[in-house]
Protein backbone atom coordinates (compact mmCIF):
# COMPACT_ATOMS: atom_id res chain seq x y z
CA UNK A 1 0.00 0.00 0.00
CA UNK A 2 1.67 3.23 -0.63
CA UNK A 3 2.23 6.33 1.19
CA UNK A 4 0.51 8.63 -1.35
CA UNK A 5 -2.97 8.13 -2.01
CA UNK A 6 -4.12 8.79 -5.88
CA UNK A 7 -7.34 8.14 -6.96
CA UNK A 8 -7.33 5.05 -8.88
CA UNK A 9 -8.94 6.45 -12.50
CA UNK A 10 -10.19 9.96 -13.86
CA UNK A 11 -11.46 10.74 -16.94
CA UNK A 12 -12.22 13.86 -19.20
CA UNK A 13 -13.58 14.63 -22.89
CA UNK A 14 -11.51 16.22 -25.27
CA UNK A 15 -10.66 20.06 -24.62
CA UNK A 16 -11.88 19.74 -20.92
CA UNK A 17 -9.50 20.06 -17.63
CA UNK A 18 -9.17 16.88 -15.13
CA UNK A 19 -7.04 17.34 -11.99
CA UNK A 20 -5.68 14.56 -10.45
CA UNK A 21 -5.16 14.77 -6.22
CA UNK A 22 -2.23 12.58 -4.74
CA UNK A 23 -2.67 13.14 -0.81
CA UNK A 24 0.68 12.15 1.24
CA UNK A 25 1.81 13.66 4.95
CA UNK A 26 3.38 15.99 7.09
CA UNK A 27 6.28 13.36 6.76
CA UNK A 28 6.49 13.16 2.71
CA UNK A 29 4.62 15.66 1.07
CA UNK A 30 3.90 18.41 3.40
CA UNK A 31 7.15 18.33 4.51
CA UNK A 32 9.13 19.61 1.70
CA UNK A 33 8.22 21.08 -2.17
CA UNK A 34 10.29 17.91 -4.04
CA UNK A 35 6.80 16.60 -5.79
CA UNK A 36 6.99 15.17 -9.27
CA UNK A 37 4.55 13.74 -11.59
CA UNK A 38 5.21 11.16 -14.54
CA UNK A 39 3.11 9.73 -17.21
CA UNK A 40 3.44 6.38 -18.57
CA UNK A 41 1.71 4.85 -21.61
CA UNK A 42 1.06 1.50 -21.72
CA UNK A 43 4.68 -1.02 -22.22
CA UNK A 44 6.55 2.38 -21.85
CA UNK A 45 9.03 3.81 -19.59
CA UNK A 46 7.49 6.61 -16.87
CA UNK A 47 8.62 9.85 -18.01
CA UNK A 48 8.59 12.82 -16.17
CA UNK A 49 5.86 15.57 -16.85
CA UNK A 50 6.48 17.89 -13.51
CA UNK A 51 8.57 18.17 -10.69
CA UNK A 52 9.28 20.10 -8.05
CA UNK A 53 5.45 21.03 -7.50
CA UNK A 54 4.94 23.04 -10.26
CA UNK A 55 8.03 23.31 -12.99
CA UNK A 56 8.30 21.37 -16.23
CA UNK A 57 10.71 19.56 -17.91
CA UNK A 58 12.19 20.58 -21.42
CA UNK A 59 9.60 19.59 -24.13
CA UNK A 60 6.55 18.99 -21.74
CA UNK A 61 3.11 20.81 -22.68
CA UNK A 62 2.01 23.27 -20.80
CA UNK A 63 -0.88 21.90 -20.95
CA UNK A 64 0.57 20.14 -17.78
CA UNK A 65 0.66 21.56 -14.28
CA UNK A 66 1.11 21.46 -10.51
CA UNK A 67 0.31 22.35 -7.63
CA UNK A 68 0.49 21.87 -3.84
CA UNK A 69 -1.57 22.39 -0.64
CA UNK A 70 -1.01 21.07 2.67
CA UNK A 71 -0.16 17.40 2.39
CA UNK A 72 -2.13 17.32 -1.28
CA UNK A 73 -0.34 17.49 -4.54
CA UNK A 74 -2.03 17.88 -8.12
CA UNK A 75 -1.61 17.56 -11.62
CA UNK A 76 -4.01 19.28 -13.76
CA UNK A 77 -4.56 18.74 -17.56
CA UNK A 78 -5.92 21.30 -19.37
CA UNK A 79 -7.10 21.09 -22.95
CA UNK A 80 -6.84 16.80 -22.74
CA UNK A 81 -5.60 15.30 -25.99
CA UNK A 82 -6.10 11.83 -26.80
CA UNK A 83 -2.85 11.53 -26.15
CA UNK A 84 -2.84 12.75 -22.96
CA UNK A 85 -4.38 8.65 -22.03
CA UNK A 86 -2.10 7.29 -19.41
CA UNK A 87 -0.98 6.39 -16.06
CA UNK A 88 -0.02 8.89 -13.72
CA UNK A 89 2.06 8.61 -11.01
CA UNK A 90 2.96 11.38 -8.53
CA UNK A 91 6.45 11.26 -6.10
CA UNK A 92 7.33 12.55 -3.52
CA UNK A 93 10.75 13.23 -2.00
CA UNK A 94 11.04 11.42 2.04
CA UNK A 95 14.77 12.28 2.68
CA UNK A 96 17.93 10.05 2.79
CA UNK A 97 17.89 10.36 -0.67
CA UNK A 98 15.11 8.01 -0.90
CA UNK A 99 11.80 8.70 -3.00
CA UNK A 100 7.81 7.30 -2.18
CA UNK A 101 5.33 6.71 -5.60
CA UNK A 102 1.76 7.06 -5.20
CA UNK A 103 -0.38 4.32 -6.15
CA UNK A 104 -1.34 5.47 -10.09
CA UNK A 105 -4.10 7.19 -11.82
CA UNK A 106 -5.41 5.93 -14.82
CA UNK A 107 -6.57 9.01 -17.10
CA UNK A 108 -9.06 8.32 -19.55
CA UNK A 109 -9.55 10.44 -22.42
CA UNK A 110 -13.28 9.80 -23.40
CA UNK B 1 22.37 13.33 -25.28
CA UNK B 2 21.37 11.61 -21.90
CA UNK B 3 20.73 7.46 -22.07
CA UNK B 4 20.30 4.65 -20.13
CA UNK B 5 20.19 1.35 -21.69
CA UNK B 6 19.58 -1.50 -19.67
CA UNK B 7 20.10 -4.92 -20.51
CA UNK B 8 17.58 -7.28 -22.14
CA UNK B 9 14.50 -9.61 -20.30
CA UNK B 10 15.79 -12.48 -18.22
CA UNK B 11 13.75 -15.67 -17.89
CA UNK B 12 15.17 -17.41 -14.25
CA UNK B 13 14.15 -20.35 -11.89
CA UNK B 14 13.61 -19.61 -8.26
CA UNK B 15 16.16 -20.12 -6.43
CA UNK B 16 19.16 -18.67 -9.21
CA UNK B 17 21.47 -15.34 -9.10
CA UNK B 18 20.53 -12.83 -11.26
CA UNK B 19 22.11 -9.35 -11.75
CA UNK B 20 20.84 -6.93 -14.26
CA UNK B 21 22.43 -3.57 -15.70
CA UNK B 22 21.78 -0.22 -16.54
CA UNK B 23 24.37 1.53 -19.03
CA UNK B 24 24.73 5.42 -19.12
CA UNK B 25 25.83 7.48 -21.31
CA UNK B 26 26.24 11.32 -22.19
CA UNK B 27 26.60 12.92 -18.85
CA UNK B 28 29.00 12.52 -15.61
CA UNK B 29 27.90 9.05 -14.06
CA UNK B 30 29.83 9.52 -11.02
CA UNK B 31 27.83 12.95 -10.62
CA UNK B 32 24.08 11.73 -10.51
CA UNK B 33 22.17 9.11 -7.95
CA UNK B 34 20.94 6.50 -10.31
CA UNK B 35 17.90 5.11 -8.80
CA UNK B 36 16.11 1.66 -9.31
CA UNK B 37 12.37 1.22 -10.08
CA UNK B 38 10.09 -1.85 -9.64
CA UNK B 39 7.14 -2.13 -11.29
CA UNK B 40 4.85 -6.03 -10.82
CA UNK B 41 2.72 -6.74 -13.92
CA UNK B 42 -0.04 -4.51 -14.18
CA UNK B 43 0.61 -2.76 -10.74
CA UNK B 44 2.44 1.04 -9.82
CA UNK B 45 5.84 1.98 -9.31
CA UNK B 46 7.58 1.05 -6.53
CA UNK B 47 11.13 2.83 -5.40
CA UNK B 48 13.71 0.08 -4.36
CA UNK B 49 16.59 2.09 -3.65
CA UNK B 50 19.43 4.89 -5.32
CA UNK B 51 23.50 4.83 -5.38
CA UNK B 52 25.69 7.34 -6.07
CA UNK B 53 28.36 6.55 -8.06
CA UNK B 54 31.22 8.85 -6.94
CA UNK B 55 31.47 7.78 -3.59
CA UNK B 56 28.97 4.26 -3.68
CA UNK B 57 26.98 5.57 -1.43
CA UNK B 58 23.89 3.71 -1.23
CA UNK B 59 20.41 3.77 -0.08
CA UNK B 60 17.67 1.22 0.14
CA UNK B 61 13.57 1.26 0.35
CA UNK B 62 13.66 -1.10 3.57
CA UNK B 63 11.17 -2.84 2.25
CA UNK B 64 13.82 -4.26 -0.24
CA UNK B 65 16.93 -4.07 2.03
CA UNK B 66 18.61 -7.21 2.19
CA UNK B 67 16.21 -8.57 -0.78
CA UNK B 68 19.05 -7.15 -3.23
CA UNK B 69 21.91 -5.31 -3.81
CA UNK B 70 22.35 -2.14 -6.26
CA UNK B 71 26.06 -1.43 -6.95
CA UNK B 72 28.13 0.43 -9.72
CA UNK B 73 30.98 -0.02 -12.38
CA UNK B 74 32.38 3.29 -12.81
CA UNK B 75 35.07 2.39 -15.43
CA UNK B 76 31.80 1.38 -17.66
CA UNK B 77 29.41 4.15 -16.34
CA UNK B 78 26.60 1.16 -16.00
CA UNK B 79 24.92 0.56 -12.11
CA UNK B 80 23.76 -3.19 -11.68
CA UNK B 81 20.63 -4.68 -9.60
CA UNK B 82 21.36 -7.84 -8.52
CA UNK B 83 19.75 -10.71 -6.75
CA UNK B 84 21.41 -14.09 -5.23
CA UNK B 85 18.29 -15.96 -4.79
CA UNK B 86 15.30 -14.83 -7.09
CA UNK B 87 11.80 -15.87 -6.23
CA UNK B 88 8.67 -15.95 -8.27
CA UNK B 89 7.65 -12.96 -6.65
CA UNK B 90 10.24 -10.76 -8.20
CA UNK B 91 9.02 -11.02 -11.69
CA UNK B 92 8.29 -7.80 -12.89
CA UNK B 93 9.72 -5.27 -14.76
CA UNK B 94 12.58 -2.87 -13.23
CA UNK B 95 13.69 0.39 -14.59
CA UNK B 96 17.04 2.25 -13.73
CA UNK B 97 16.67 5.75 -13.51
CA UNK B 98 18.95 8.85 -13.37
CA UNK B 99 18.42 11.23 -10.37
CA UNK B 100 18.47 14.64 -10.87
CA UNK B 101 20.20 17.32 -8.49
CA UNK B 102 16.50 18.05 -7.19
CA UNK B 103 15.29 15.00 -6.27
CA UNK B 104 13.05 13.79 -9.54
CA UNK B 105 14.14 11.21 -11.97
CA UNK B 106 14.76 12.82 -15.42
CA UNK B 107 16.00 10.03 -17.47
CA UNK B 108 14.72 6.33 -17.41
CA UNK B 109 15.88 3.19 -18.99
CA UNK B 110 13.14 1.21 -21.16
CA UNK B 111 13.16 -1.30 -18.47
CA UNK B 112 14.54 -5.05 -17.25
CA UNK B 113 11.41 -7.78 -17.86
CA UNK B 114 12.43 -10.28 -15.12
CA UNK B 115 10.08 -13.24 -15.04
CA UNK B 116 10.79 -16.09 -12.29
CA UNK B 117 9.22 -19.52 -12.77
CA UNK B 118 9.66 -23.19 -12.19
Known amino acids: QSALTQPPAASGSPGQSVTISCTGTSSNIGNNNYVSWYQQHPGKAPKLMIYDVTKRPSGVPDRFSGSKSGNTASLTVSGLQAEDEADYYC??????????FGGGTKLTVL | EVQLVQSGAEVKKPGESLKISCQTSGYIFTNFWIGWVRQLPGKGLEWMGI????????RYNPSFQGQVTISADNSISTAYLQWSSVKATDTAIYYC???????????WGRGTLVTVSS
Open chain 1, 91 to 100: SSYTGSNNLE
Open chain 2, 97 to 107: ARRAAAPRLDY
Open chain 2, 51 to 58: IYPGDSDT
